[in-house]
């Protein structure tokens, strides 16, 4: 059983940066799949960031690729995700997902309460 909770959303300008933050719970954290996703309203959840546990290997769409950083830190049980250049087609509710046996998250098992980024014009 893993518990998610999301920290970091806000309100931000056009051109600025942001920084989730998702906190796990669970000793096993290192071995589940970590990933990012956001839903914007009226639309439907998409993928924004995986990160391969085994390999650290990133994945991203190509509407966020250059501009968003997932990266992990299993000492301490989190994952982040760094947002730079963001846009205001950015803002959504973006959660925090995890996936067990399995090196890439796809679809999740577990998912955090979300947290809201509003990115203004």
């Known amino acids: 059983q893993v518990q998610l909770v999301e920290s970091g959303g806000g309100l931000v300008q056009a051109g600025g940066s942001l920084r989730l933050s998702c906190q796990a719970s669970?000793?096993?954290?290192?071995?589940?799949?970590m990933g990012w996703f956001r839903q914007a309203p009226g639309k439907d959840r998409e993928f924004v960031a995986a990160?391969?546990?085994?390999?650290?290997?990133?994945y991203y769409p190509d509407s966020v690729k250059g501009r968003f950083t997932i990266s992990r830190d299993n000492a301490k049980n989190t994952m982040y995700l760094q947002m730079n250049s963001l846009k205001p087609e950015d803002t959504a509710v973006y959660y925090c997902?995890?996936?067990?046996?399995?090196?890439?998250?796809?679809?999740?098992?577990?998912w955090g309460q979300g947290t809201q980024v509003t990115v203004s014009s």
């Open positions: 997902a995890a996936q067990g046996d399995t090196s890439v998250v796809v679809t999740p098992d577990y």
């Open positions: 990160i391969n546990w085994r390999t650290g290997n990133t």
């Open positions: 669970g000793r096993t954290f290192s071995s589940y799949a």
